[in-house]
Every structure is written in C-alpha cells, then in structure tokens.
C-alpha cells in the first residue's frame, strides 16, 4: 500500500471512531468502507451506480461428463437472462443494480438475440477440449481478455462507482478447478467440487480430467496467462481482463463466486496489486473457493452456501458495501449529534 493510500485509510478509520457508536462496533463494515475510500481516493466514497457484467462461454471440457447439465444450457440460460428469468435478474433488480450480459463465446447460434444491456460478440463457439489440446489459442485468450478491459472501461465511462463479475458456462467449474490447481500447490482433490451437482461417480471422474489437463499442459505453461488459455474459459478470460482494468481504473470490483475468484486469481498472479480492489462477495459451497481465498489471504463478505455462480453473490454484496459507504458518509459524529463519548477511566492508584 502506498503512503497515499495509508494516509487516506487512516484518516477514513479515525472518522468512522468519530461517529455515534462504540470504536470498532460496525466490523467489517467499516473495512469495506475503509477500501472502498482508498480506491476511489477519497475520504467520503460513493455507490450510487452499480452494474454487474455476466459473462457467458462453453466449454469443451463439459463433453466429458463433467456437469450434470448438457452443455445447450448456456446458451438457454443467455436467453433467460435477456427474458429477466434468472436469479441474477430478480437479485440485480432487487439491489438496484444494473446488468450486462457477454457472451465471450457461447456454442449455439445467439445472433437472433438482442437487448440494449446484451453484448453477442463471441472469441468461438466454445473451448476447446483442455484434455486433449489448449482450450484457447493465445491469441483467442487476449481477444477475451479484452472483452472484459473493455466492459470495465464502458462502465468506467458510464460512471459506475462499483462493478461486479458474474458468469454462466456448463463445465467451467472443471475449468476453474483446473486454472486453480495450476496456479497453487493446493491438492486437486481439495480444488474439484460437485459444480451443479453431480454424484460421487462423476465427482472422481471430474477429479481425474483435471488431472490429465494438468499433467499434459504442465510443461509448456510457465505464467498464469499461459495456464488461463490452456484450462480456462473465454468467459473466465474475460473476467480476468476486467480484474485487470479494474486496477488500472481504480473502480472497485466485486468478485462473485469460484469462477470468479478463479479469474481474479489469474488477474492477482500476474499483479499482486490488483487485490486492492477486489471485493470477495462470498465463500461460496463450491469445494476449491475456499482454499483459494484462504491462499489470498481474502475475508469474504458474506456466506451462504451459494454455488450457482451468475453473480448471484455479488449482487447481495454490493448493497453492503454500499451501506458502508453511507454509514461513513452519512452518520452524525459525537460531536455533531450532541452524544457523549466513551468516558475514560482513570486508572486507581494502588
């Protein structure tokens, strides 16, 4: 953290200890307001637009059975999204929150699909698969990398003060799995979680492909960005992307669930810096989320038991977060309130 930064969090801190309420007694609260203020740079930051981009992507990896759903879903879940239908949109709806569909790159045909808040500009019609050959070539992994810069920069230009990444992709926890076990000396048994639900049986099989994925890239990936085109997602690269332009932009970001983190993972990697905008929104109940947190040293905001991914989580997050940022800014202090502060007890004389 620059001198800068430490400045402005300290004098955040000391007005927060000015306002009517015991030191400390607004918890995390007051660290969200506190890393908001830094990065906006200011002492009395704001929430009042937020937007959540979804970004959507197939995977190849998902012919293997990895999924308990068939891989048409993302493509028919684009459509729910556009429709309103989701649980993405009644919780945006919900929190005020306004929302982005992207398709990175869906298999099926989306051309007929149009909305002022949809984005169709698909790197390919899905992954390739990560078993067999690179899910992306480099330069698909940059294109979708960009898509994502540039979906930060929209928002960025539209004045949005808090953003948030969500996805949608039959088999991307397979390929989060994956990109988190390249990237971290964490078992892959301890990465690989039940995604939309599968059994046992598939839960060992799901185990093993990321293995083999692993085993055959290992030795020609020797960056995070290398490992992201070889295992990820388009839409996993494209939530990297906007991770990285977050920093860039000084616009707090919001990281949903395990995918997200995944490609925040990647972001963090290549810039240790990046974190200090990064929201986690959840420990969700995906097996590997919270390993990779605890590897980031990240206090999730909230936890319950969420695995559906879409930025679901997000969307509950921001609204606290930007109730931090009100209680910093709209709280009457001791003084302006007329309230009497802590009395300080004097010591007895022994």
């Not at 740079?41 to 937020?50: F, G």
């Not at 937007?51 to 998902?62: D, T």
């Not at 995918?259 to 972001?267: D, N, P, S």
């Amino acid at each position: 953290m620059s001198k800068e930064a430490m400045l402005t969090a300290e004098l955040v801190q000391r007005k927060f200890d000015q306002k009517t309420k015991p030191v400390g007694s607004l918890g995390m609260l007051e660290k969200l307001g506190v890393q908001l203020a830094v990065v906006q740079n200011t002492l009395s930051p704001s929430v009042s637009r937020k937007r959540i981009g979804v970004f959507a992507g197939s995977h190849g990896v998902a012919r293997r059975g990895v999924s308990a759903y068939p891989a048409a879903v993302t493509a028919q879940m684009v459509q729910n999204f556009l429709n309103g239908g989701a649980a993405i949109n009644v919780l945006a709806r919900h929190g005020g929150i306004e929302l982005r569909i992207i398709n990175a790159g869906v298999e099926g045909e989306l051309s007929a699909l149009h909305a002022p808040n949809f984005r169709n500009e698909p790197v390919r019609q899905g992954t390739r698969d990560f078993v067999d050959e690179p899910a992306m070539t480099e330069a698909e992994c940059e294109t979708a990398i960009a898509i994502g810069r540039s979906e930060l920069e929209k928002a960025k230009q539209d004045g949005i003060e808090l953003f948030g990444i969500g996805e949608m992709g039959i088999g991307n926890t397979t390929s989060a799995s994956a990109l988190c076990a390249a990237l971290l000396p964490t078992p892959v048994e301890e990465l690989v979680g039940r995604g939309t639900g599968i059994d046992d049986e598939q839960l060992a099989h799901k185990i093993q492909v990321v293995k083999m994925a692993i085993a055959l890239h290992q030795k020609k990936c020797h960056s995070p960005r290398a490992w992201l085109a070889a295992v990820g997602g388009f839409e996993i690269a494209a939530m990297t992307g906007a991770v990285l332009a977050a920093f860039e932009h000084r616009l707090p970001i919001v990281i949903d669930g395990f995918i997200a983190t995944a490609a925040a993972l990647v972001a963090i990697k290549e810039n240790p810096k990046v974190q200090s905008v990064c929201f986690f929104a959840h420990c969700s109940d995906e097996t590997g989320h919270r390993a990779v947190l605890e590897h980031l040293g990240a206090e999730p905001i909230l936890s319950l038991k969420l695995r559906l991914g879409e930025g679901t989580g997000a969307a509950l997050a921001m609204p606290i977060i930007e109730a931090a940022a009100k209680l910093l800014c709209e709280m009457a202090t001791f003084e302006s309130a007329g309230v009497s502060q802590k009395e300080e007890r004097k010591q007895r004389a022994s």
